[in-house]
């Protein structure tokens, strides 16, 4: 059976992501529940949670999917194409234009069966969160310059601003692995991908 997300299914949520080796924490659980909740989905099997999946919008002009996530007891049963259709229709009945996402090795022949084409292929780095920056006491952590969400925008080409405002109010990680973005539908302005790689990879200095 595939549900909305609820608070309670959080850290089964997590004990998945655990099992799969990612690095999320119960706060970027809570965090993407807050921003999209009503897109954010679970697999039940039985009483158990076998699986997740959660979007975030921006606008309509783009959608993220992610925490892609299936028990891997229960793989191969239809359970990741089961959710992606309930995170896509979900989107689609909103009018997301362009829906994108980070595939894995293991999950992108599910996303091209599904429709979403490459992009192209990247990198994530992760740091030690013992040196992670301390932010400036005249910049409260809740807001950001527009001059640095109007060069998000330009890297997005769209507008992020409601996302990275929660965002800022805590210190983001990122996991070690090799990724394919992956889209469906197009997006009204194209996003200026080497500018997107230059804000976001830290391997660029």
Same mark, same amino acid.
């Given at each position: ?5 609820? *608070?309670?299914?959080?850290?089964? !949520?997590? !004990? =998945? ?10 706060? %970027? ?36 999917? *992610? ?12 359970? !990741?194409? +089961? =959710?992606?259709? !309930?995170?896509?229709?979900? =989107?689609? %009945? $909103?009018?997301? *234009?362009? $829906? ?40 409260? +952590? ?16 769209? %507008?992020?601003?409601?996302? =990275? ?20 539908? +197009?997006?009204?302005? +194209? ?9 976001? %990879?830290?391997?660029?200095?």
């Amino acid at each position: 059976m595939i549900r909305t997300l609820t *608070g309670h299914d959080i850290p089964f !949520a997590l !004990a =998945l992501c655990r099992k799969a080796g990612w690095n999320q924490l119960q706060a %970027d659980w809570l965090r993407l529940f807050a921003y999209e909740p009503d897109g954010c989905f679970v697999a039940e099997l039985d009483g158990q949670i076998v699986g997740t999946v959660t979007t975030t919008r921006y606008g309509t002009d783009l959608a993220w999917i *992610g925490m892609m996530l299936v028990d891997d007891r229960y793989r191969r049963r239809g359970i !990741a194409t +089961s =959710l992606m259709n !309930a995170s896509l229709s979900y =989107l689609r %009945d $909103i009018g997301v *234009g362009c $829906i994108k996402l980070d595939a894995t090795p293991e999950g992108q022949l599910v996303y091209e069966r599904l429709g979403f084409q490459p992009e192209g292929s990247f990198h994530r780095w992760s740091r030690n969160g013992e040196t992670s920056p301390r932010l400036s006491p005249s910049r409260p +952590s809740d807001q950001l310059v527009k001059s640095h969400l109007q060069l998000d925008q330009t890297a997005f080409a769209t %507008d992020r601003s409601a996302w =990275l405002m929660q965002l800022a109010r805590s210190l983001g990680f990122e996991p070690v692995r090799d990724l394919t973005r992956m889209r469906i539908g +197009s997006m009204p302005t +194209s996003p200026e991908m080497k500018f997107q790689f230059a804000l976001t %990879d830290p391997g660029t200095g």
